[in-house]
Structure formats: C-alpha cells, structure tokens
T-cell receptor
Framework: GENVEQHPSTLSVQEGDSAVIKCTYS??????FPWYKQELGKRPQLIID?????GEKKDQRIAVTLNKTAKHFSLHITETQPEDSAVYFC??????????????FGGGTRVLVKP | EPEVTQTPSHQVTQMGQEVILRCVPI?????FYWYRQILGQKVEFLVS????????KSEIFDDQFSVERPDGSNFTLKIRSTKLEDSAMYFC?????????????FGEGSRLTVL
C-alpha cells in the first residue's frame, strides 16, 4: 500500500515569509496529490491538488510542485498571513481496483504564522 | 454548495456500548468513505464503499466495525462494542469519480468519546 511521509511536523514562520512543506510517497502508480488544510476542530479542506501529468500548479499564494521520478511533492505558501496558521496534510491515493480512491495522509505539519 | 453532512457532531458513550454514526453524502456521488482522526494525529482511512459493498478496508476496520447504506441517502458506520481507543473524530467523505478526478469531500466529523 501507499506510504506517505511529511516534513516538518511543525513550522513557525514570520508573517510575510514563505512556508514549504514536503512529502514523499511510495506508490509509483499514484496520480493525484491533494493538500488539505485543517483548522482546529474542523474538517480537512482541500486547498490545492496536482495531477501527475504536470510538475507545478499555482493558485494565488499557494503552489504545489511534483517530482514523479523522486516521488515527492511540496506545498509552498508565499507571503504568509496569520490566517494560514493551521495543520496541513498531504495525501496520495492508492487505487482500489476500479472502486474509487483511498487516500493515505501524511502525518501533518502544524504551521504557525507569527504576526 | 452541496456538502457531506454528519450526525451526531459529538457523542459520548460508555465502553462496550454500540454507536452508530450517520452521514449523508453528496447526492450524485458514488463512492463513500469513513476516515478517523485520533486527537492530534493524522487522518486514517477506515473503509471505502461502492455499489453497495465494501471495496477496501484498513486493518483498523475489524469485526467491531460495519458500514451500511440502508437507503438511497444515508451511509452509516456502526461500532458494535466501543473501546476506549475508539475515541476519535470520525469523518465521512464522498466522491463522484475515481482516480485523479475523484476529489474527496469531507463532512464536518463526528467526535466520539468513549468513557
């Protein structure tokens, strides 16, 4: 099955600085890599994802890069703001025969943006 | 915007009691999932459900767990005899498609506390 490792486990940055979170995965057949943001006591919310046919995707201050050869992908947040403080999870799917996706999540990164 | 809804939001139960957590997936979705998150830990896959049967389950999903889609809208998770270690947030999720187009939509979660 899929194994997803995420680093760092905690990240503290000054407001306005950039934050980078890295993940590695094991299943070379994985083709979809979502990132979720989870605020305290809330559900995980999809913030960006990348398909395996592209190397980079950007959405305003958030970008994700994918290196399929090395089996790693990263989340980049630029110009961080206090509301970016949350736990971020990367994930990768393991295809279940022909019956949907099972997501394996990384261990999470607690991001604290200090004003 | 359609969303996955879950009830109850919080349930407190005594060890050994049966618990049923309920979910209403997004109406045109075909794939249904339960995940759980122990406090402060990562989100873990429990089970996936498609075409009225379990398509995959994790080692966490032992004989004490079962899922059912009793009608066209509800998707339930039953824990027959709860243990202390079942205390967690349980998230239901659904997706319309499989593969890279199968974005998972999570419900707000049901917090289970076993005393």
């Amino acid at each position: 099955g899929e194994n997803v490792e995420q680093h760092p486990s905690t990240l503290s940055v000054q407001e306005g600085d950039s934050a980078v979170i890295k993940c590695t995965y094991s299943d070379s057949a994985s083709n979809y890599f979502p990132w979720y943001k989870q605020e305290l006591g809330k559900r995980p919310q999809l913030i960006i994802d990348i398909r395996s046919n592209v190397g980079e995707k950007k959405d305003q201050r958030i970008a994700v890069t994918l290196n399929k050869t090395a089996k790693h992908f990263s989340l980049h947040i630029t110009e961080t703001q206090p509301e970016d403080s949350a736990v971020y999870f990367c994930a990768a799917p393991s295809m279940i025969k022909a019956a949907g996706n099972k997501l394996t999540f990384g261990g999470g990164t607690r991001v604290l943006v200090k004003p | 915007e359609p969303e996955v809804t879950q009830t109850p939001s919080h349930q407190v139960t005594q060890m050994g009691q049966e618990v049923i957590l309920r979910c209403v997936p997004i109406s045109n979705h075909l794939y249904f999932y339960w995940y759980r998150q122990i406090l402060g830990q990562k989100v873990e896959f429990l089970v996936s459900f498609y075409n009225n049967e379990i398509s995959e389950k994790s080692e966490i999903f032992d004989d004490q767990f079962s899922v059912e889609r009793p009608d066209g809208s509800n998707f339930t998770l039953k824990i027959r005899s709860t243990k202390l270690e079942d205390s967690a947030m349980y998230f239901c999720a659904s997706s319309a498609l499989m593969g890279a187009d199968g974005e998972l939509f999570f419900g707000e979660g049901s917090r289970l506390t076993v005393l």
